[in-house]
Nanobody, 120 residues
Framework: QVQLVESGGGLEQPGGSLRLSCAAS????????MTWYRQATGKQRELVAS???????NYADSVKGRFTISRDNAKNTMYLQMNSLKPEDTAVYSC??????????????WGQGTQVTVSS
């Protein structure tokens, strides 16, 4: 089994910054694409940013220029640096990874989520 654990969420004022981490552990042969999602209360889950193993990134238009996704393959960890935070960034942020866990196919795993609240 593989576990993904997010950390770094909390309460921040508008214009502030937070850094989220997503640490993977367990039976991992390799971590492939990793993704941050968020879900605000009463809204559908949306993709925030994704990163391939080689470092190719993709961002939602709403966070381009403010958020930066990165990863440390040696530590099996992904990060999301969030700057210039806005109240509309308030949501539960979850990470997902496509994992080679020794099975026939890559398997998707999810973390439990971390709350980010942006408010004055």
């Amino acid at each position: 089994q593989v576990q993904l654990v997010e950390s770094g969420g909390g309460l921040e004022q508008p214009g502030g910054s937070l850094r989220l981490s997503c640490a993977a552990s367990g039976r991992i042969f390799s971590l492939n694409a990793m993704t941050w999602y968020r879900q605000a209360t009463g809204k559908q889950r949306e993709l925030v940013a994704s990163i391939t193993r080689s470092g190719i990134t993709n961002y939602a238009d709403s966070v381009k220029g403010r958020f930066t996704i990165s990863r440390d393959n040696a530590k099996n960890t992904m990060y999301l640096q969030m700057n210039s935070l806005k109240p509309e960034d308030t949501a539960v942020y979850s990470c997902s990874a496509q994992v080679d866990d020794g099975g026939t196919y890559l398997r998707p795993y999810w973390g439990q989520g971390t709350q980010v609240t942006v408010s004055s």
